[in-house]
């Protein structure tokens, strides 16, 4: 059974950092594409990053969160990340990674972990 | 790219045929995908390649369009298809998703 869960959300000041991570089971991790899409209370979807499969060498960012966010993963651990740095009120959210089949949709979601930015 | 959903929410009783919009502001061939999000849960793939529907997903949801059109029908309404239903085009990065619809039942 495929299983995404994500952890590393919590409450953060302003200025502040988070490091999420996704935890992927189920699948073989290396050969997936992987994205995180973040929800803020109350809205919609937003994509935020992607990341390509096996070596990670194809990084696309949101204009929202370039400069600030990082993904990466690691195949040896089945895991997904992103360092989350300058964090900002309007980075509140919930935030989802998903497996990405090329091109075509987000098959699986995990079930998303909080981030709070406030002072 | 933009995408525009509409109506933002709608109403509608159980067994009644119902129509997403999905308008792209520029052409995304049939890189599309229906999700379909109840509330507290993650959202779930219903429709890819904006026609082809995804695995155990119930045949009373189908989608059509390509190039800047699309569309989501629910052929006759169900109690459970409560939800917001969202767009998403993966023509290119950066993917972006429609605003959502709401859907209530009447």
């Given at each position: ?101 090329s091109n075509y ?15 | 790219i ?20 999905c308008?792209a502001?520029q052409g995304i061939r049939s890189y599309l995908a ?14 890819y390649r904006a026609s082809t ?11 059509s369009g390509s190039g800047t059109d699309f ?17 998403q085009q993966l023509d290119n ?14």
């Amino acid at each position: 059974e495929v299983q995404l869960v994500e952890s590393g959300g919590g409450f953060v000041q302003p200025g502040g950092s988070l490091r999420l991570s996704c935890a992927a089971s189920g699948f073989l991790f290396k050969n997936f594409e992987m994205n995180w899409v973040r929800q803020a209370p109350g809205k919609g979807l937003e994509w935020v990053s992607y990341i390509v499969s096996s070596s990670g060498s194809t990084i696309y960012y949101a204009d929202s969160v370039k400069g600030r966010f990082t993904i990466s993963r690691d195949n040896a651990e089945n895991s997904l990340y992103l360092q989350m740095n300058s964090l900002r009120a309007e980075d509140t959210a919930l935030y989802y990674c998903a497996r990405t089949i090329s091109n075509y949709y987000f098959d699986f979601w995990g079930r998303g972990t909080l981030v709070t930015v406030s002072s | 790219i933009q995408l525009t959903q509409s109506p933002s929410s709608l109403s509608a009783s159980v067994g009644d045929r119902v129509t997403i919009t999905c308008r792209a502001s520029q052409g995304i061939r049939s890189y599309l995908a229906w999700y379909q999000q109840k509330p507290g849960k993650a959202p779930k793939l219903l429709i890819y390649r904006a026609s082809t529907l995804q695995t155990g997903v119930p045949s009373r949801f189908s989608g059509s369009g390509s190039g800047t059109d699309f569309t989501l029908t629910i052929s006759s309404l169900q109690p459970e298809d409560l939800a917001t239903y969202y767009c998403q085009q993966l023509d290119n990065y950066p993917s972006t998703f429609g605003q959502g619809t709401k859907l209530e039942i009447k």
